[in-house]
């Protein structure tokens, strides 16, 4: 918006919505996306309890959610598989 383009936040947010309809999703900030950026390059796969917990801390914020660091393999691979989705639609990767 500050070069007078629009950068289709609308479209995403609205992507996101229908991705997620029973939560109210919001985009990355831009420090949020650094910081999903720097853990899923670090973890190759392999994610320890502290990348786990800013993983569900991001999520959390950005699902207005109330989710805890589990144990459960599953529930750690859809956590990851949503932030995913959000981090592919964010204003940044267009």
């Known amino acids: 918006k500050v070069l007078g383009e629009d950068c289709n936040c609308s479209k995403r947010r609205d992507t ?3 991705m997620f309809p029973y939560n109210k999703v919001r985009q ?3 420090d949020e996306q650094k910081i999903y950026e720097e853990v899923i390059d670090r973890t190759k796969g ?3 309890g502290k990348d786990q917990a800013i993983l569900v801390k ?3 914020k950005v699902f207005n959610a109330n989710k805890k660091p589990s144990s459960c393999s599953s529930c750690v691979k859809q956590t990851v598989q949503k932030l995913e989705k959000v981090y592919k ?3 940044k990767n267009e």
Request: hydrophobic share 25%; aromatic share 14%; with cysteine.
């Open 46 to 48: 392999t994610i320890t």
């Open 58 to 60: 991001l999520y959390n």
């Open 89 to 91: 639609n964010s204003c």
């Open 16 to 18: 996101l919505n229908k």
């Open 28 to 30: 990355f900030t831009e």
